[in-house]
């Protein structure tokens, strides 16, 4: 890769991630860290607004932008195929959204392009969750965004019924099934739920603020931890 592509590329993965280490970009690049950290520097120096350090991570300043981008012909079919997979398997509303997108991309590729994407020899069935499921996804979906506490009903795979109040953070495709991860506040840790088994559910007015211990960070570092050899797994 020439050095000005790979400062291209650098500039790029640091925009789209709220913070980038320089292990992170030199994996991707296939460079050193050293080479990374000569790279940021001669960005910074020329003007482009990063913040951050070695060690620790970089940020690209609000406000930046680049020119508007032609996708390659690549990645129109990865777009294409990307969209195609997920939505029979994402709520109704999402899935709209995606539909939108992509007729906007596609409608500005040169025609060959184009007609490469549209053309492309990758399909996806059209099953996925009831209409209920996705009803009920879409409104986790949201009020994970929004931070609003919910108040669910749940029989699990025991048939117990249980009554809960969950700080929903994270909605979860298995290939099969989707599962809320939460932070339950009735047993005071993380739990995982398939939407499919969740009976009725009731998003509460109050908001959560995220609190150590108790965030998405947390239940995956805790969930890394179990895997790890040694660890312990959590029988949530």
């Not at 195929?81 to 029979?88: G, L, T």
């Not at 991309?105 to 040169?110: D, G, H, K, N, S």
């Not at 989707?178 to 739990?191: D, P, V, Y």
């Amino acid at each position: 890769m020439r050095r000005a592509d790979r400062l291209f590329q650098i500039v790029q993965l640091i925009r789209g991630r709220r913070l980038t280490t320089a292990a992170f970009l030199a994996h991707r690049l296939e460079v050193s860290e050293r080479t990374v950290y000569r790279d940021v520097a001669d960005l910074m120096a020329q003007g482009v607004p990063i913040e951050g350090e070695a060690g620790v991570g970089y940020r690209m300043n609000a406000g930046f932008d680049l020119p508007p981008l032609m996708f390659t012909r690549q990645e129109a079919q990865a777009l294409v195929a990307s969209v195609r997979i997920a939505q029979p398997r994402l709520d109704a509303a999402l899935a709209q959204q995606a539909d939108g997108a992509l007729s906007k991309i596609l409608a500005v590729l040169p025609a060959g392009a184009r007609a490469a994407a549209e053309s492309l020899a990758v399909y996806a069935p059209p099953v996925g969750p009831d209409e209920a499921t996705r009803a009920r996804l879409e409104t986790l979906r949201v009020a994970a965004e929004a931070r609003h506490a919910v108040r669910l009903v749940y029989l699990d795979l025991k048939a117990q019924r249980s009554e809960r109040t969950v700080r929903p953070l994270g909605c979860f495709y298995w290939g099969a099934v989707w599962t809320l991860a939460a932070w339950c506040e009735s047993r005071a840790a993380f739990r995982s739920f398939r939407i499919d088994r969740i009976e009725r559910l009731q998003v509460q007015e109050t908001r959560f603020r995220d609190e150590p211990g108790k965030t998405l960070p947390d239940l995956l570092r805790q969930v890394e931890s179990a895997r790890a050899p040694g660890g312990r797994g959590d029988d949530a």
